[in-house]
Each structure stands twice: as C-alpha cells, then as structure tokens.
C-alpha cells in the first residue's frame, strides 16, 4: 500500500452527533492542507434528527474552544443559556429537592475532601447547617445568579463549574457551518443499501434512493436509533439494559419562557419516570421520561403538561428508546457515534458528552487503511467502560429511593443491579468513600450529591479527618459559608448576565 492514510471519510448522520463529529474532523484535515482527506456527510431530511438534547455538561466548553468557537457569540447563536447543574426534586422522596452542581463542596482541608469533614463536624455540632451551603454552584442556583468563575487561587468565587443549555438544532447549525467552511461537503440523500468489500467485509460504500454510490476509507456511523451500518452492516450486538432502566419513552414540548431564567435542568420525579425543564432564551424545553408499562402514553404526555409552567407552544412529541449499547462502537471501518452507539436516558445529560469523548477518542486513535484491531479494540474499552460508569450515576438516581409509591419505584427497589454500583453503594454506605472506576466520567463530588440528596449518610467516614481540631474546623466553615453567600450576593441575576453579555437576536 503506498499511501496509507485515510483519505476520504463519510459520516452518516446530520444530527447532533454527525456535524459534532464532521467540526473537529474538518478542523484537522484543513490544517493538514488541501485535500489531505474529503470528509462527506449524508443526511435525510425524510427522516430528520431526534430533535431533544439540549443540556450538556462543563467539557462541552472544551469542545468549543478546541474548535476556536467564541462562548459568547455560540451562546447568543444557539438561544443558550448556562447550565451550573441540576435541580432534582421528589428523587429520593416525596417532596426531596438536592442539587447535583458542577464543582465540589469547598476547598479540600488538610488534602482531605471537604464533605468528609462536614460529615465529622456534623456528629459534633448541633443544628450544622446543610453540606449543600458549601457547594458555590448550589447557592448560585438558588439565588439564580451567573458569572463566569475567575480564575486565579481556589476560592469560593471560583469553586465551580458551567455548561450550557442550547437549541440542538442550531447547535448543529452552527456546527455545520464550520465544518462546511473547512471542506465538509454534505449530501442530502436517503441511504438504502450498504456494500460491503466481498474480501474482508468492510464497508465499500453507501448507495442512496437516486442511485448515487458513495465510497469511503472509513464510515462513521451517526445515523441515530437506526444504527445503520454498526447495527445494520456490521451486526455488532445491542446489549440492552431495559432490566435497570426502564424508562423507554419521553414526550417533549416547548412552553414559554419563564422568569426569572433559571441557570439550571431541573428534574422532577413523576409516578412513572421523571420530567425535565431547561430553559432557553426564547423557550423553555419540558419533556417527560417515563416507562410504558407503567403509564400510557396519553396519561403520560397529560402529566407533561400538568407539570408545566408555562404555556405549550405545541403538542407533545413522543419519542421511543431502548437503554444500551453496541458491544463494539468500532468494528472493521465503522465507527458509531451518538444514539448509533447507545443510549443512556437523559437523566443526567450525558449523551452529547458521550458523543464529544467518543469523536475525541477516534481522533486519538486514528487508523490509517490498515485499521489495526487494537486501535479499534482500545477505543470499544474506553467507550465500554464509560457507558458502563454513567449507567451506574444513572442507575443509582432510581435505586437509592425510598420512594415505593408507584409501580416503577417498587420494581425498582427490587431490580437486582450490577456488581459495580453494588460495590459503590456499599462503599460509600459504610466507609464513606467513593470509586471512580472510570477517570473520565463523573468525579467523586458528584458521587457525593447522589449519596448526600438521595438521603444515605455514610456509617464513617475517612479516619484521619478526626485529627483537626473541631472548633478550628467549625470556625473555617463558618468563614467559607459567609464567603460563599458573599460572594454569590455581589453576582448579576442570570437572566441579566444573559441579557447583557449572550442575548441572542431575536429574544
Ligand atoms: P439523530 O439526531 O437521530 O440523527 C440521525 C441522523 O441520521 C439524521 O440526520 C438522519 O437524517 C440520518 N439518517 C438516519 N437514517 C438515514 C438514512 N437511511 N439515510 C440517510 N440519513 C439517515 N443528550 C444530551 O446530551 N442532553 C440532553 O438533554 C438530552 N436529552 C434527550 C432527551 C431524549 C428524550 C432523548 C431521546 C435524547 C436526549 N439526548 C440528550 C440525546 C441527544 O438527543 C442525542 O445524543 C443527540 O441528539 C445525537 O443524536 P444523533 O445525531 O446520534 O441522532
């Protein structure tokens, strides 16, 4: 073979996942100079996108910057608004209400977190306020103020994290106008047959409805729920994790624009799933998650609309899923990315993340036509061992509940759960402390929100906190308490901060 290299590359699929994985790609092979491979992407406009996806996580903003897209200007393009964490309300029980914020819980004390230290001062002083008056991110969101953390010292100023809510649609937009103005050409076309290489079964081409035949070194599989080539030509097996989340059903509504402009998703558990809320500038985006053997799809789409407040702007969709993934995302020179490669319900917004690390772990291990199976093999273990962690976080969310007051939580409360999440729970139930089995999924503050909101307090905790003196202890978190409230009092109301530096057109 005289040039390996990958010289033309077809992504199929213009959803959030095509044109996220078209951006970097084009980004590349145009500083890599003219025609140092054609990236072509084939989309149908008859089938069309999910449309849903809207709240993100904080590495988005990563994504972006390696992209060279301005915050600001991609904030006012895609009706955005930013995201600190999220608001989960009647979770662990009935009227329950904790945030899962981006940051931790103050500044680590002695290298010990600081929640292990709240967790010693709460067995010594009375009446010790919540851990959540620790969280910066948690007292924004309630108070409703953004700013951007400043850099500099840790400081209660700059103890957190933001992501953003935007429209999925002119997310994608935007980023097909980048990626179209790097060298991307886009084919709007519906793909009917995949021809495979008669010697080793790889994909030659894809040939549309009016006979057109598109070939390619390497296909990238963003065709969404209907998996196409990696579920379609490559046959590789969906493994189906219905058994631990059930929900397999959402309607999705737009309602007005609420005041004040909260800088958070909210979720609300509901009788037979839960509901979302992220608001937008021009709208807010309301959907309910629920599990179809628990409620028809009429009672549930009349539960999203009792749960709104504000007026619908149209009549709920509803949307169909399975909870699971491919057990290999790259087979031969398919690479599946986005809803092609599984699904995780929305419950913490970790789709759109697992698109972003799914199109950077290919960039890291990039083939060139002799697709060594071990760069195939080492991105199907990271991607596995990603999904399997955040179907953990999401698993835990119904499990450690003590809600039983409908079927779904009863059968919940029952369902057996992975040996992982086994292991995590009982981890941090008796010794307070938490596994990261995966480095890049949710850290450990994270964990702690989940074990802290959902009610379970640890039987101990990390010995060798105990050695601080506990009125010098008491008087540090009396002092970042009030630094904290300080310094969230002198921040602008979100919906201001928007207004005055994001404001898209034409809110
Ligand atoms: P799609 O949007 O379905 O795009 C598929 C593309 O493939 C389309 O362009 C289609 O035209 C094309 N295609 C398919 N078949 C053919 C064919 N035969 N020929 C040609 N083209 C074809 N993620 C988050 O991160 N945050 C959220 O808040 C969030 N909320 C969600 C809520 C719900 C209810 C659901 C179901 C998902 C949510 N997601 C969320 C996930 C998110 O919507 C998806 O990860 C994201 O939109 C990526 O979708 P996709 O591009 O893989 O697929």
Not at 376 to 396: G, T
Request: glycine residues 10%; aromatic residues 10%; charged residues 20%.
């Amino acid at each position: 073979m005289s040039d390996p290299s990958i010289r033309k590359i077809v992504i199929v699929g213009g959803g959030t996942a095509g044109w996220m994985a078209a951006a970097p790609l084009a980004q590349r092979f145009a500083q890599a100079g003219q025609g140092a491979c054609e990236i072509v992407l084939i989309e149908s406009p008859d089938i069309g996108t999910i449309g849903v996806g809207e709240a993100t996580l904080p590495p988005i903003r990563a994504y972006n910057q390696t992209l060279g897209l301005d915050g600001a200007e991609f904030v006012k393009r895609t009706q955005g608004s930013f995201k600190l964490g999220i608001e989960f309300r009647d979770w662990g029980h009935v009227g329950n209400r904790f945030f899962h914020g981006f940051g931790d819980f103050g500044p680590a004390i002695d290298t010990r977190a600081p929640w292990q230290h709240w967790l010693s001062l709460q067995r010594q002083v009375d009446g010790l306020p919540s851990y959540e008056d620790w969280s910066t991110p948690t007292v924004m969101a309630r108070r409703n103020r953004f700013t951007p953390p400043e850099g500099g010292a840790p400081s209660a100023a700059n103890a957190y994290s933001f992501a953003y809510h935007f429209d999925a649609g002119l997310y994608a937009a935007c980023l097909r106008e980048y990626a179209m103005a790097r060298g991307a050409q886009r084919i709007e076309g519906l793909i009917v047959n995949v021809e495979l290489r008669p010697d080793d079964g790889f994909v030659a081409a894809v040939k549309l409805e009016d006979g057109r035949r598109i070939d390619g070194d390497l296909f990238i599989d963003c065709s969404g729920f209907r998996a196409l080539l990696i579920g379609g030509a490559m046959q590789s097996p969906f493994e189906d994790w219905s058994a631990l989340l059930p929900c397999n059903s959402a309607q999705a509504v737009p309602s007005e624009r609420v005041e004040p402009l909260t800088p958070y998703t909210m979720s609300t558990a509901k009788a037979a799933g839960w509901q979302w809320r992220i608001p937008l500038q021009h709208r807010t985006g309301n959907g309910h998650v629920y599990c179809s053997h628990f409620i028809s799809d009429d009672e549930a789409a009349s539960t999203l609309l009792a749960g709104l407040d504000s007026k619908a702007l149209d009549a709920p969709r509803q949307l169909r899923f399975t909870t699971g993934r491919r057990k290999q995302g790259w087979v031969k020179n398919v690479v599946a990315i986005g809803l092609a490669s599984g699904f995780l319900e929305p419950l913490e917004s970790t789709s759109i993340q697992l698109i972003m690390d799914g199109v950077g772990r290919l960039i890291q291990f990039f083939p060139d036509q002799q697709f060594k199976p071990h760069l195939a093999a080492e991105f199907n273990r990271r991607m596995a061992l990603q999904y399997e962690s955040i179907r953990d976080f999401i698993v835990l969310h119904y499990k450690l509940t003590d809600r039983r007051d409908a079927e779904l939580w009863r059968y919940c409360a029952a369902m057996p759960i992975p040996d992982t999440l086994a292991h995590q729970i009982e981890l941090f139930r008796s010794a307070g402390r938490v596994a990261i089995l995966d480095p890049d999924g949710f850290a450990e503050p994270s964990w702690v929100s989940l074990f802290f909101g959902l009610g379970l307090r640890p039987e101990s905790y990390d010995p060798f906190v105990d050695h601080i003196d506990a009125q010098a202890l008491l008087q540090h978190f009396v002092r970042l308490r009030q630094a904290i409230t300080q310094t969230v009092s002198g921040m602008p109301e979100h919906g201001d901060y928007v207004a005055r530096h994001v404001k898209a057109p034409s809110a």
